[in-house]
């Protein structure tokens, strides 16, 4: 079987994998690189739970492959906000307005919202429903995630 | 595990079908390995239509050549016509100033296309050598005029973007080419007017109409374009316009138009919609663009 | 939120509600992000797809392309040549191939047994025909196409009502008319109530295949450990560990299932999905195996909401008064039972709503199709039904000329009236109270936004069982122990969907024991270490484990109360638990939860308690149609104002509002979330969603044309709920995770006939259905 090595630049690490040329950004984050904060849920680039940041900017993990990755910066859920350091404001107004049932749309949804909040910091509620049309949830009728993306950007102080 | 001798044999296929990966750093990287792989190589642009095909087991490319390297310049305009370059990105195209103030259409459009991860990685020129009949920039880029530019083994050369679309997923391009770019008519004080139907937010036009009128002396010349109603976009014809263009902002003429061009379609029926109810989406959406462009009730729609 | 206070004449089940000194709640009622919260919106929690074992290999499944037909022959060759191929299994490997549900409880269903995979016969498109496992999931899909099957096509049947006809073909040899099974409901003299009926409204309502479509789909892993078969999957139902045991051929000792966190389950994960499959290639290669069901597999195959074909007959007086209701309900269970004769129970069961019907005559029948197999999905049947039984209301509204609530008023139940099974309800009926408030909630109506739409408003009011039926004599466990540092250890077999079923646990004994809620760990949904709570499925959860708990936690404390009120000199009934410590009510003196501890291990008392709860039980008598059913309801109305678009038929929903009766809201956050959550998924059941087939074969499986909801379909949603203080469940809770997906379909159908003068009778409303109803409807 024919792989290639790539260096992935994850996190602000650099991470050296082998891959088939199909192997999507995707299985390789989640199944190589064990990072349970990127997950499959479509292939169809249609549902969002495979959100990543590329340069920036949110991205869906399955529709690209990881040779194509290379000499890009991809950032995760991880990557935004370290789990082992403390929340994010926009994770904390997720907390406070139960925005999360299942929970496996939402590092997606936080994602999508905070590269949002970076360039529309005035955003009003249908500007983030917009916004987050991408990232499908079935649990919450994204009412508590819009709640929570608004209070987030219209936060007194908040560093957004 | 059972194994019948009567059986058909395994059907003939090479069991690790994985792609090549090229990457090209410019178009004539990109002309030349089309060349190389003949007819089994595929363009991976922005990949949100292609990728997902790949993933679900539907399509087999010998091998993939990756665009994404090659830079692409903002939209600028250059000796009177909009230039955008093949691989901007869906993002860049809606917020370009160049965009917003000569494809104002364009840039309203654009911001339809699917979600904002398919706009952060989908291109301009992707979308247009994709040729989906119910896609948004197909149909504005029609409705909008110019020229499709394509650079194949022969050099560069362009293509009037009516001759483009040929039918379902098809363009003109011939093997070998790729689509670098547009240059588009610019709007200048054109009225337009965009509207897409969709039986659920971000999804594909069920039925798109977009309408854009030049002012003129007397009539406005005035194009109309439909999606999601054929095998690929379609520009209606002049004479279907007629009534609507003889009395603009009339309400019934507008109507008679909208119904005729509405009973001139043969769409499809799918998971969606009716060919039926394509029909009447049509008239209805045309006639209310039609007044709305056509009367005084301001510019854009 | 708002107290009613609660009628004289309940009785609950006395130890359910809050003792005298618990009525000062201090975590209950509140709304705390829980540990698997905080771990969601971290990134942190693991799933069933992100394990990941040393050796691990990608199972797949190969699927049937035909939706009825014979199997001549399977070719695995091909497939097994290709590099990195492991093994490929099929019918013939599988030690015991059949998986048998007894659905109704042995009440008369007709018994087939569904083959793990087909082996002489396949009865739907996408029913699994062989299993391949790879050493990648690339090659595993790769191999799975190399599989070569070979079919003769038979005769198939695609809708339930074809099914019945006297030609049909038989899907199953063992039903010579297709039908899973008969439920009857009756009393009363019915054809006098017609015969004399100044009214008698009768319609057809139709509703569609819909997927639970949640975000994760079907997963786990599986390996052997100890000389265990464990898997570890996303499944509602732990306790299918002990079909899978019968599937091996082992004995249930030998298998082990571990339910990790769902990413969404909503019915779906209530059957098996991967777990016979990944035991099976456990057992044959003695290596770890992940199965990940593609998210177009899911909506291929995965079970669905059974499409409901509901013929209503109801008897009125010309003052508006119900007399007699006589339904025929029909239900596609696709090519398998499953959970069908529960679900048509339910639906039956629920037939005349929250209504009171002198003369009922209901027949619910299981219906087998070449269909997808349909099973459980939030709302199980009686979400089907509110949409005929509220529509009745409004049409014997309309044609009496009387007022939509007026006529309701006039039927609706009180406590102590009967449902159709001839059972009383025993708990508050809030039935009107829901109803005010939620077409209060609606405000000032809106005017229609341009030429050619119009605007209406709508509501329907439903009552959705928690618990199962109880003829299953339904019980849960649970452990609660506490630790030598005052932490709380909490060990239960729920397994949790994401509505917080562990969460709630550690609330409850909170708020009994005042353990800080940072100080409870809990373990959930393992065969092996914790205790049976039956599965996650019936909103049975929080009135089933929180009663265990809460009872647990009870007798925990009032353990340990001697030890403490020795140790502090007070009398017990002095003793106020919170924040880690037990204090006298004086607030003088304290012990801290690790000095109890302590003092209790001198003493010689077990800080340990294993409780079970048993739900009330009772019995239904299939032949007469009357007896027993559910423990409880819980009532709920929903409003909404709708745009229609007169030329396209665009339906919008411009505002919604929801109200129910939940007895007493222990996280209201939580509740809230429910509330909504359903009522996004029923707006979606109800206007976009539909698992389209033609002959069997779906016409689509891409979550692209899957039509859920996105943020920008679907209006704010505005949410009261009552506290009655009525309800069986801890501190009488009512459920409320399947309560709400009930009322939307009627509800909008209800707005948009305000708006249009006609009622739209088939799901969903698409605008081309409102349309003919436009064109075609108008009188």
């Given amino acids: 079987m024919i792989r290639t090595q790539v260096t992935l630049r994850v996190n602000g690490d650099d991470r050296e994998v082998w891959v088939r040329n199909d192997r999507t950004l995707l299985d390789v984050l989640h199944d190589d690189l064990g990072m349970p904060d990127v997950r499959y849920g479509c292939a169809e680039g249609v549902c969002g739970t495979c959100t990543v940041l590329m340069d920036g900017e949110p991205v869906s993990a399955c529709t690209l492959y990881a040779v194509q990755a290379e000499a890009h910066e991809i950032v995760t859920l991880h990557g935004w906000s370290d789990p082992r350091r403390e929340p994010h404001p926009l994770q904390t107004c997720f907390l406070e307005r139960g925005a999360a049932q299942c929970g496996f749309c939402t590092a997606g949804m936080l994602l999508t919202a905070a590269t949002m909040a970076e360039r529309d910091p005035d955003a009003g509620r249908e500007e983030i429903r917009h916004e987050l049309v991408g990232n499908l949830c079935r649990c919450t009728g994204y009412q508590a995630i819009v709640d929570a993306v608004e209070d987030y950007l219209h936060a007194d102080g908040g560093d957004a | 595990m059972t194994m019948r001798q009567d059986l058909p044999p395994p059907a003939d296929r090479d069991p690790a079908r994985i792609f090549e990966y090229q990457r090209a750093e410019t178009w004539a990287d990109a002309v030349e390995l089309l060349g190389i792989w003949d007819d089994e190589a595929k363009i991976l642009a922005g990949g949100q239509s292609l990728v997902p095909m790949l993933n679900l087991r539907l399509t087999y490319p010998g091998a993939l050549i990756d665009v994404n390297p090659i830079p692409a310049a903002e939209p600028r305009v250059e000796d009177g016509r909009l230039v955008i370059d093949a691989n901007t990105r869906h993002r860049a195209v809606a917020a370009a100033p160049a965009v917003r103030a000569h494809a104002p259409m364009l840039a309203h459009a654009v911001s339809f296309v699917g979600n904002v991860r398919v706009r952060n990685r989908g291109t301009f020129g992707g979308s247009l050598a994709h040729a989906d009949p119910t896609a948004e920039i197909a149909a504005v880029a029609l409705a909008t005029g110019g020229d499709i530019v394509v650079l194949g083994p022969g050099g560069e050369r362009t293509i009037p973007v009516d001759d483009f679309f040929v039918t379902y997923l098809t363009t003109a391009l011939e093997p070998g080419d790729v689509v670098t770019g547009a240059r588009l008519r610019t709007a200048e004080n054109a009225r337009w007017g965009f509207h897409e139907v969709v039986r659920r937010y971000s999804d594909f036009a069920t039925v798109s109409v977009s309408a854009l009128a030049r002012p003129t002396g007397g009539r406005p010349d005035l194009r109309l374009v439909l999606g999601g109603v054929a095998d690929r976009p379609v520009v209606v014809d002049r004479e279907l316009l007629g009534p609507a263009l003889d009395a603009p902002g009339d309400p019934v003429r507008a109507r008679e138009s909208a119904e005729a061009i509405a009973a001139s379609l043969d769409p499809a029926t799918d998971l969606h919609a009716t060919a039926g109810y394509r029909r009447r989406l049509v008239a209805v959406h045309t006639r209310r663009l039609l007044q709305r462009v056509l009367g005084d009730e301001g510019g854009a729609a | ?515 800080p809620l940072a100080d409870i760990s809990v373990y959930i949904g393992d065969t092996a270490l914790t205790p049976p709570a039956g599965g996650t499925f019936a909103t049975r959860q929080l009135y089933m484990s929180g009663n265990a708990i809460l009872r647990a936690a009870r007798k925990l404390r009032d353990r340990l109360a001697p030890v403490a009120a020795k140790e502090l000199g007070v009398p017990e009934d002095a003793l106020v638990w919170a924040d880690g410590m037990v204090r006298a009510a004086s607030g003088e003196t304290g012990i801290s939860l690790p000095e109890l501890v302590r003092a209790a291990g001198t003493a010689r008392v077990d800080t340990s308690v294993l409780n079970t709860f048993h739900a009330r039980s009772g019995v239904f008598d299939p032949e007469a149609g009357q007896g027993h059913t559910f423990p409880d309801y819980t009532f709920g109305t929903h409003a909404a104002e709708v745009e229609v678009d007169t030329d396209t038929g665009d339906v919008r929903v411009l505002k919604y509002a929801a109200c129910h009766d939940v007895g007493r809201a222990i996280n209201p956050v939580r509740v809230q979330g429910q509330i909504i959550g359903a009522a996004a998924q029923g707006l979606g059941y109800a206007l976009t969603e539909d698992c389209a087939a033609e002959d069997g074969q779906p016409m689509s499986s891409l979550f692209a044309d899957y039509l859920i909801p996105t943020a920008m379909d679907l209006p704010d949603i505005s949410v009261a709920f009552l506290e009655s203080g009525e309800g069986r469940g801890p501190l009488n809770a009512r459920g409320i995770g399947e309560p709400p997906i009930g009322p939307p379909a009627a509800t909008v159908a209800s707005a948009i006939e305000d708006a249009i003068g006609v009622r739209p009778q088939a799901l969903p409303i698409t605008p081309e259905r409102v349309l003919d109803l436009l064109e075609g409807g108008r009188s």
Avoid at chain 3, 11 to 25: L, M, V
Avoid at chain 3, 46 to 73: E, F, K, N, Q, T
Avoid at chain 3, 324 to 353: C, H, K, M, N, W
């Fill in chain 3, 1 to 515: 939120m708002t107290i009613v206070e609660p009628t004289e004449a309940f009785d609950p089940d006395a130890e359910s509600g809050p003792q005298e000194r618990e009525k000062d709640f201090r975590v209950v009622g509140r709304s705390p992000a829980h540990h698997d919260f905080v771990n969601k919106v971290r990134g942190t929690l693991l799933y069933a797809a992100d394990w990941s074992l040393p050796g691990m290999i990608h199972g797949r499944l190969v699927r049937a392309d035909r939706a009825s037909a014979r199997i001549a022959g399977i070719d695995t060759t091909a497939a097994e040549r290709l590099e990195g191929v492991v093994c490929v299994l099929t019918a013939e490997d599988v030690p015991y191939n059949a998986i048998v549900e007894h659905a109704s409880g042995g009440l008369g269903e007709v018994i087939v047994e569904q083959p793990v995979l087909a082996a002489d016969r396949v009865r739907y498109v996408g029913e699994p025909v062989a299993i391949v496992a790879a050493a990648d999931p690339e090659t595993a899909a790769e191999a799975a196409d190399l599989v070569e099957v070979a079919y003769e096509p038979l005769p198939g049947v695609f809708s339930a009502e074809d099914a019945l006809k006297p030609d049909a073909p038989r899907v199953h040899d063992e039903s010579q008319d297709n039908v899973l099974i008969n439920w009857r409901f009756v009393r009363g003299d019915v054809d006098a109530a017609f015969a004399d009926a100044d009214v008698v409204i009768e319609n057809t309502y139709r509703s569609q295949h819909v997927d639970h479509a949640y975000l994760e789909t079907e997963a786990g892993v599986g390996w052997i450990e100890n000389d265990v078969v464990t898997l570890r999957v996303s499944t509602q139902v732990i306790e299918h560990a002990a079909e899978v045991a019968a599937i091996l051929g082992l004995p249930q000792s030998q298998v082990r299932v571990i339910a990790s966190y769902m990413g969404g389950g909503f019915g779906g994960k209530e059957d098996m999905t991967v777990e016979p499959y990944i035991a099976l290639l456990v057992s044959r290669t003695r290596r770890p195996v992940r199965m990940i069901w593609s998210r177009q597999e899911s909506i291929q195959a995965s079970t669905k909401r059974h499409p409901f074909t509901m013929r209503y007959r109801t008897a009125a007086t010309k003052d508006g008064v119900i007399t007699g209701i006589e339904a025929d309900i029909i239900g596609d269970a696709g090519a398998y039972p499953t959970l069908s004769a529960r679900v048509l129970f339910a639906g039956g069961a629920l037939s005349i709503g929250p209504y009171r019907v002198p003369a009922v005559r209901v027949r619910s029948r299981a219906v087998f199709t070449n269909n997808v197999p349909s099973s459980a999905f939030r709302g199980f049947g009686a979400m089907q039904v509110t949409f005929p039984y509220e529509s009745q209301m409004d049409a014997l509204a309309k044609e009496l000329g009387m007022g939509r609530e007026e006529v309701r008023d006039l039927n609706h139940i009180e406590k102590g009236d009967l449902t159709a099974a001839g059972e009383p309800v025993t708990t508050a009926v809030l039935v009107r109270e829901t109803r005010e408030r939620a077409l209060e909630m609606l405000g000032e109506p809106s005017r229609p936004g341009g030429p050619g739409k119009v605007v209406g408003r709508g509501f329907a009011s439903g009552m959705q069982p928690y618990g199962r039926s109880i003829w299953f004599r339904d019980q849960a466990a649970a452990w609660v122990t506490l630790q030598a540092d005052g932490t709380l250890l909490i060990r239960s077999g729920v397994t949790d969907l994401g509505a917080g079923q562990a969460a709630s646990l550690c609330q409850i004994a909170s708020e009994i024991l005042g353990v």
